[in-house]
């Protein structure tokens, strides 16, 4: 059998062990003040039981597979004995129906008894994670309705009543209420955020000033963020314009204050609300319908995407805050228009109706989602796409039989591939029939 990669020698673990040492010094000359332990890949291959097949004094018994752990702890106190520690540790977890998750770490039991021996080599704080090499993306990054809240719960729990240094932990801690609640708990010393700091990276700040309702909460789709980096493109987000961009996107005072008309109150225009409002522009919303937010009322439907209303809620407070006026139920017209100095368009995209024979028997999905409708018995699906396939999970969990007939040879193109098994394992739990390259 041929390896993508080889067993690493103990010469070239030395020579890590020595570069780790040199690293360590730049980054003090840099100013850092705090080394992270990355616990997981290699140092987490090493400890894991799973991985670790060595027959040398690295692999084998707890303490011979550990034994890098704590050579790396040296080698950064070799560098520096004042340097601050914090120790990542990947936790293979227990699922509910008894299997193990994750690779590239250790069982609880085990991962309590190295907690207890890095606190005794000095290390300073440790992070509590759910170990890596799961095969899914989405197991380490959960994305909405597919994890709990605060998922590593649990072992945080363990993790922290056997040792006595501060303790953090990550994933699914969106609300900074939540994640107060679990300080004053016990659970952990120390929260960490991955996505509501790319989705809003001033939170800090803005609860320093008490401008909590200015704090844009991460919806965990993952498709800005977590896809980018799985297709090796930058990261961004999809409701913060400025990540990924910082270096050129900045909000400026223009010269002038202009009168803005933003038409369509979707997502897109009241993004383009807040950002002209803090500008200092006069700006008005229309909107032709009687509610905001657009598609995001029907995207948000299917249940497992529940979460989406966060941006609903972040945009209910910010107009509130900047005072920005909406008019609802009011077409934008060329009488209209005369009375402003700039006009944005955010109307959004329509549904296409293709012209097929007999089409006027089928209903739209759109309507399926906005309630509007309610179709029964056996129900086919036309077009497999994001819509079509969210429609399916709606109409699922209202019990009915599902048929998706799809022109591409794949289902939900487009959906992040994080996502993507939850969706086919309800679709095979509820005997969906899929019809891929089928008109
Ligand atoms: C874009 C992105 C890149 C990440 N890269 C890493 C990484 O290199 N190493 C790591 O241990 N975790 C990485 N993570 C996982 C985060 O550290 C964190 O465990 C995960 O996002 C769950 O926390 P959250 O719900 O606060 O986002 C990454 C997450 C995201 C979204
Ligand atoms: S792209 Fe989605 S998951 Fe990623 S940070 Fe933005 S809102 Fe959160």
Known sequence: MTH???????????????????????????????????????????????????TDEYGGSFENRIKFA??????????????????????????????????????LAEAIKLAKILEEHGVHMIHVAQANHTGNINDTIPAMGTNKYCFMLDECKAIKNAVSIPISTVGRIVDYKMAEKLINDGVYDIVGLGRPLLADPDIIKKLENKQEQLIRQCIMCNKGCTDDIQNRKFISCVLNPENGYEYKRFITKPSKIHKVAIVGGGIAGLEAARVCAIKGHDVTVYEKSSRLYGQLNIASVPPRKEEMNRSKLYYERILKHYNIKVLLNTKFNKSLAINYDDIIVAVGATNAHPKIKGIENSVDSWDV??????PYGKIVVCGGGLVGVETTEYLINRGYEVTIV?????????????ILPTILNSFKSHNVIILTSHK
């Open 4 to 54: 993508y990669i080889n067993e690493v020698t103990e010469e070239q673990l030395k020579e890590i062990l020595s570069k780790i040492t040199d690293c360590v010094k730049r980054a003090i000359v840099a100013g850092v003040d705090v080394i992270e332990v990355y616990g997981d890949r290699l140092v987490g291959s090493l400890c894991s039981k799973i991985i670790n097949k060595r």
């Open 406 to 418: 799809e022109m591409l040879n794949e289902i939900a193109k487009e959906e992040s591939k994080t």
């Open 70 to 107: 704590l050579q790396v702890v040296e080698a950064i106190k070799a560098a520096s004995q004042e340097i601050t520690i914090d120790y990542k540790l990947p936790i293979v977890t227990k699922q509910p129906d008894g299997t193990l998750l994750g690779k590239g770490g250790l069982e």
């Open 369 to 374: 989602l906005d309630n509007k409708v309610e």
